[in-house]
């Protein structure tokens, strides 16, 4: 009944939603791609998985880019180690199933179907997945009972539960206890993320503490882009260059604010300028002819020397890379209350890191960056005095660069931690199947 109440709920919400998803179709191009995906309909790049590894499947679900980035290392550590099996990865967002798609392979992604039966169940036939595993903590009703039903083994790796969405998590613990009986194990980021998960009803004997993921991400390969501005930099003598990365509204005007002081101090200053959200990007470029600020686009840029002005990042999973050209980096979601964003890609290429002081969603990084001064958490007014302090003090800004490098590589691990488990728990699968519990169509 609660399930059949859930659908229920779900398909109303949708229906009542039409408007507002149509509408952002339609002016900003989102959730049309892959929407007979999300719909049930298994792409034909899917239809042969089962022929070629008759052991099964591997199903990795990564919502966005973030998860993509972190679930990367164990993809590759599964292949490896499980070469019998087939490792698929779905996505949910657009500009995760972009970058998912150049690091995995076009024919092994796809889009996570909509959690309906009727969209659930053809890819649970046609993958056979002897294991999924989610990434973090996607907990959708529709999807844990089926899947679980269908004889696979189930996993959430690197979950962690926000002061955000504790509460309400807390609220529903009674829904939430049937639906985590479904999962076989949870793989819990720290001894906090650990406690809540069980207090929300998790089984303690199926939680564990294995690290964040994301210390053990591997940049890819640099895009060619990366040494041709590094070349344009180098013949404008430009310089100091400032990487903002996942910038959302509300916080460019202000780091443009900033920027115009830096520019006073540093004539051949570069901003490198990129919003989080794709859909923004005219938005941005708006408001930097508002402003009148010299400024270059990304996806138009052809090699010209840039100095003295911003490049729009109007792009798609270059951002990593891009920190590798940083003075400085600010890291967005932070100066406006969104919880912050990752910090550790910048940290990876030793760049001085700020970040605003809404760094909820990355608290237990952030709080150990801090710990080993190795990050500046600023407020709005604090911005412009901090990037000016940094960029005029070599030695200050390359210890805290150097910090961050080292802090990071400090808690590497967990990815061979969660390997481990996974393999025991597909070891447990071989040696006692789940007893396959009846889906009803719903």
């Not at 199933?97 to 039966?117: H, I, S, T």
């Not at 010209?304 to 002005?309: K, L």
């Not at 890291?331 to 910090?343: K, Q, Y």
Request: hydrophobic share 45%; charged share 20%.
């Amino acid at each position: 009944m609660l399930y059949v109440l859930y659908s229920f709920l779900l398909a109303a919400a949708m229906l009542l939603s039409l408007p507002y998803w149509f509408f952002q179709m339609l002016r900003h191009g989102k959730y049309h791609g892959g929407l007979t995906e999300r719909l049930g309909k298994v792409p034909p790049r899917l239809s042969e998985v089962s022929a070629h590894k008759p052991a099964g499947t591997i199903w990795v679900h990564a919502v966005s880019v973030g998860e993509v980035l972190a679930v990367g290392g164990l993809v590759e550590e599964i292949r490896r180690r499980l070469p019998e099996q087939k490792v698929v990865v779905s996505t949910t967002t657009d500009t995760g199933q972009v970058l998912a798609r150049k690091r995995f392979g076009e024919a092994n992604v796809f889009y996570f179907p909509m959690d309906f039966a009727f969209a659930i169940r053809p890819y649970l036939a046609r993958l056979r997945p002897s294991l999924i595993v989610l990434a973090e903590t996607e907990f959708w009703p529709n999807f844990l009972r089926l899947a679980r039903a269908s004889g696979a083994r189930i996993a959430v790796v690197n979950a962690r539960i926000s002061d955000r969405s504790w509460p309400n998590y807390r609220r529903f613990r009674w829904a939430l206890q049937r639906m985590l009986s479904n999962v076989g194990l949870l793989l819990a980021q720290t001894e906090q993320d650990s406690e809540r998960l069980q207090s929300i009803g998790a089984a303690p004997e199926r939680v564990r503490v294995t690290g964040n993921l994301k210390f053990d991400m591997t940049l890819p390969a640099p895009p060619p882009v990366v040494e041709s501005l590094r070349r344009s930099l180098h013949q404008a003598g430009a310089g100091p260059v400032l990487v903002c990365g996942s910038t959302v509204d509300d916080e460019e005007p202000l780091l443009l604010k900033a920027f115009e002081n830096i520019l006073v101090a540093h004539p051949h200053a570069v901003m490198i300028l990129a919003p989080r959200h794709p859909e923004r990007f005219d938005a941005v470029a708006s408001l930097l002819d508002r402003m009148g600020t010299r400024w270059w686009r990304r996806s138009s840029w052809d090699g010209e020397p840039i100095a003295a002005g911003v490049l729009l990042v109007d792009t798609i999973g270059e951002l990593a890379a891009l920190y590798a050209l940083a003075d400085v980096a600010f890291v967005g979601g932070s100066l406006a209350p969104r919880g912050g964003h990752n910090i550790l890609e910048p940290a990876q290429h030793g760049v001085a890191i700020v970040v605003g002081n809404h760094t909820e969603n990355f608290r237990d990084i952030v709080g150990l960056f801090q710990s080993r001064d190795a990050v500046r958490v600023v407020g709005p007014a604090e911005l412009p005095l901090t990037l000016m302090e940094l960029l005029a003090n070599d030695s200050e800004r390359s210890a805290l660069g150097r910090r961050a490098r080292e802090t990071a590589q400090s808690q590497t691990g967990a990815t061979l931690c969660t390997i481990k488990a996974l393999e025991e728990l597909i070891a447990a699968a071989q040696t006692q199947p789940p007893s396959p519990q009846p889906a009803h169509t719903h």
